[in-house]
């Protein structure tokens, strides 16, 4: 038998907006908004901007809730999506010049994790350098770094080539690099 990964609250919760009762469906709108408005700060720095995303987000969750297989978590599957509404809202706004390729692309792009509990102020800082980067290179990092995208996924997702997804990340490490050692 499968470990359930969430509880019994929850279990009623989906199963109330399964049926569409608006009750439910702000039980998991409170439940869950305050994470998915820090996962959109990640993606978009202006919060009236971060607001429509996340309206849009609900909405498809919403819609959406009967696809929701319970075999991950909720929080998990909610998020998947907030970070998807925002990469359609960078589509939106973004200008292929904001990607700069660079020549020289480093080979050991290790992986930056971040755990979901509350930021120590170590954390907030680097989120902060993270929040300075140009526009391109803080949807890549962000994409890659904390999210786990492959440069081919990112490269597919935001409509540029593997080579400026790997150009990007570079120029976003070098930079973050920089600012942190200062």
Not at 75 to 100: C, L, M, P, S
Not at 113 to 133: F, S
Request: hydrophobic content about 35%; charged content about 35%.
């Amino acid at each position: 038998m499968m470990a359930k990964y969430f509880d019994l609250e929850e279990e009623n919760i989906i199963s109330g907006c399964l049926d569409g009762d608006r009750k439910f469906q702000e039980q998991l709108y409170r439940k869950y908004i305050d994470d998915m408005y820090r996962v959109c700060l990640t993606y978009e720095s202006d919060r009236e901007t971060v607001k429509d995303i996340l309206q849009e987000a609900f909405v498809k969750v919403f819609r959406s809730i009967g696809s929701y297989d319970r075999k991950g978590s909720p929080k998990g599957w909610i998020r998947r999506i907030v970070v998807n509404t925002a990469i359609d809202q960078y589509r939106k706004k973004v200008k292929v010049e904001e990607f700069v390729d660079i020549d020289e692309i480093a080979d050991d792009e290790s992986e930056i994790m971040r755990e979901p509990d509350t930021p120590q102020k170590e954390e907030i800082d680097i989120i902060a350098h993270v929040d300075r980067l140009p526009n391109g290179a803080k949807m890549v990092f962000n994409l890659f770094a904390l999210e786990g995208y492959s440069h081919k996924e990112i490269a597919e997702k935001l409509g540029i080539s593997e080579g400026t997804s790997k150009s990007q990340f570079s120029r976003a490490r070098m930079l973050l690099q920089q600012w942190i050692e200062n």
